[in-house]
């Protein structure tokens, strides 16, 4: 099984709303990851967790907050959110510990979240 | 701060031909390099993986190489099909202000012209 699900596969949301993504993989992979990806750019790194370990790009507002409630699950809680936070919300993991021979990257297939 | 690029960002070329599409990165200090297939409004499916002390890994009609010391990976396709019309991108695993990171390229629109 090298599947990352992600759920759920769309979200419309309301700028007062509170809601969360959710993400999963079953490949015992340490490492996961949120990303953030606009129309026609490239994924931005949003959080990753490393054994359980938070690193966050400072870039993030807080209206975006990680959860990893064990090393299968990642949430994405969303918070009062702006309509240019509309985006295709990409989880991944890899296998770490980080070195040359663990750092294969597997995506889910995204949210597509619209703020109104 | 590694900064990926593509080039082109976009081609088109008529089905049958073969292709080459190029990635460049500016900090050689990589676990590996990975190219990525993305649909449009979809998420990513992995199509190679090139660990930073191989120079090429092959799979089917996709071929990617990487020279490290230069900072330079080329994504080759041949015998090009419709069903190669998709972004291609590129990412860098390293390690970035002391984080493990995988930094995307910009991104190569290709559309194979039937």
């Known amino acids: 099984d090298t599947e990352v699900t992600q759920t759920p596969k769309h979200l419309v949301m309301g700028m007062t709303n509170k809601k969360s993504l959710k993400c999963e993989q079953h490949m015992g992979h340490r490492a996961m990851y949120w990303y953030k990806q606009k129309a026609k750019k490239p994924p931005e790194l949003m959080f990753v967790?490393?054994?359980?370990?938070?690193?966050i790009n400072e870039s993030v507002p807080s209206r975006f907050s990680p959860e990893c409630p064990n090393s299968s699950l990642l949430n994405l809680h969303l918070h009062a959110l702006q309509p240019e936070d509309s985006a295709l919300y990409l989880c991944a993991s890899s296998p770490g510990p980080f070195g040359e021979w663990n750092t294969e990257a597997f995506f889910g297939q995204g949210t597509r979240l619209t703020v109104v | 701060k590694q900064e990926v690029t593509q080039i082109p960002a976009a081609l088109s070329v008529p089905e049958g031909e073969n292709l080459v599409l190029n990635c460049s990165f500016t900090?050689?200090?990589?676990?590996?390099l990975q190219w990525f297939r993305q649909d449009p409004g979809k998420g990513l499916t992995s199509l190679l993986l090139i660990q930073s002390s191989q120079r090429e890994q092959t799979s089917g009609r996709l071929n990617a190489s990487l020279d490290k010391s230069s900072g330079r990976s080329t994504l080759y396709i041949a015998a090009s099909q419709p069903g190669d019309s998709a972004t291609y991108l590129c990412a860098v695993f390293g390690v970035v202000f002391g984080n493990e990171k995988l930094t995307f390229g910009t991104g190569t629109r290709l559309t194979i012209i039937p």
């Open positions: 967790y490393s054994y359980e370990k938070l690193s």
């Open positions: 900090d050689s200090a990589i676990y590996n």
